[in-house]
Each structure stands twice: as C-alpha cells, then as structure tokens.
C-alpha cells in the first residue's frame, strides 16, 4: 500500500515538471522569432518583443500581451531612436536660442526692413558701380573692334592693340562674374531677412 502511494506520488511529480502547463498558478508562454516556445512563471527574456500568452492551469489563454512597439526591444533600433529623440532636442534648442535672440534684436516688423536696408547698402552700391564699370568696358571693346576692323588684307594689327583687346575682354569678364557674386550676396540678405521677418511676426502676432 505505500509503496502504490510513493509510486503516484512520484508519477505525479514527474508529470508536473514536464507539463508546466499545468501548474497551479497562472504562466507565460510564448513562441520566439526561431520558431520555439517558451514557458515561465514571470515572461522569459526570449519573449521581450513578441506576443506573449498568460496561461492558466488547464492550459488556456487568459490573457494576451501584445508589444505596442517591438522594436524598441532591439538595441540597434533603441539606439537610434534615442539619438533621434537627442536630434529633435537639440533642434528644439536651437529653434528656441534663435526665437530668444530675434525678439531681442527686433521691436517691430519696420525694425527688420531698416536692417534689411542697412545690410543691402553696400552690395546694392557695389552693383551698381560694377554695372557702370561693364557698361564703360563694352563700350571700349566695341571702339577696339572697329579699330581691328580697319586691318584688313595683308595688315596685321599691332601688338599693343590685340594686348588692349584681351585686356578688355579678361576685365569684363571679371567685372560679370563680380556683379553675378553681388547679385547672389543680395539674394541671400534678402531670403535672410524673409525668414527673420516671418519668424518675428510668428512669434509676436505681429
């Protein structure tokens, strides 16, 4: 008679270490992303990331834990949203470090278009000059063209007039490019001032 009551006993015992299904309090089960399932009283470390199933002791789902974001469990992926999150901050700085120091520069919208004004003075100048100076160039290419033009047959012009002709030429080309550079530079205070006048009126409902 005892020996029948050992041998359950023990039947017993083999049988809930091998089933864990059937164990008296509530489990955790899921299957990982190499295909095998795995068991556990608190949810296993192969589960992070994946659905897992609380189980109660006959074996049926109670309970279902679905992750809200997976990937998150990757640390790649935990990497780079934390410096994406880093990114966005620094940004939010700037974005603000900008905002404080524009309201301290400006006290009215007329405020940005005087300094819009002062900053264009001197590229708007310079234009101008340039422009008079390619005006005064052309007008001595044309004067040196038809000095050429009058050597004609077996005449070759002199020296000191084909120098003066590509003289002319090298300087205009200089003064073009010199006016194309002012032009850019004006552009570029004038988008500046577009944004600082934006933003101001953003900023202050203006």
Do not use: W
């Not at 990331?49 to 974001?69: A, D, H, K």
């Amino acid at each position: 008679m005892l020996r029948s009551i050992a041998i359950g006993a023990a039947v017993t015992a083999f049988a809930a270490a091998a089933l864990p299904l059937h164990a008296a309090t509530p489990m955790y089960r899921c299957t990982s992303k190499d295909g095998r399932v795995y068991y556990g009283q608190t949810i296993p470390n192969q589960c992070i990331g994946q659905v897992v199933e609380q189980i109660n002791s006959q074996g049926l789902v109670i309970n279902r834990i679905v992750p809200t974001n997976s990937s998150l469990e990757d640390p790649a992926a935990k990497e780079a949203e934390e410096k994406k999150k880093q990114e966005e901050a620094a940004r939010a700085k700037d974005e603000e470090r900008r905002d404080n120091a524009l309201l301290a520069t400006y006290t009215s919208v007329k405020d940005v278009d005087d300094a819009r004004a002062r900053a264009l003075s001197e590229p708007s100048a310079r234009v101008g000059e340039i422009a008079a100076r390619i005006a005064e160039l052309k007008k001595k290419q044309e004067a040196l063209a038809k000095q050429r033009a009058t050597y004609t047959g077996n005449r070759v012009p002199p020296i000191s007039l084909t120098e003066q002709i590509q003289n002319v030429e090298s300087e205009l080309g200089l003064q073009t490019e010199l006016a194309a550079s002012k032009r850019r530079e004006i552009d570029s205070i004038n988008a500046k001032y577009d944004e600082d006048k934006k933003r101001y009126i953003r900023l202050t409902g203006r």
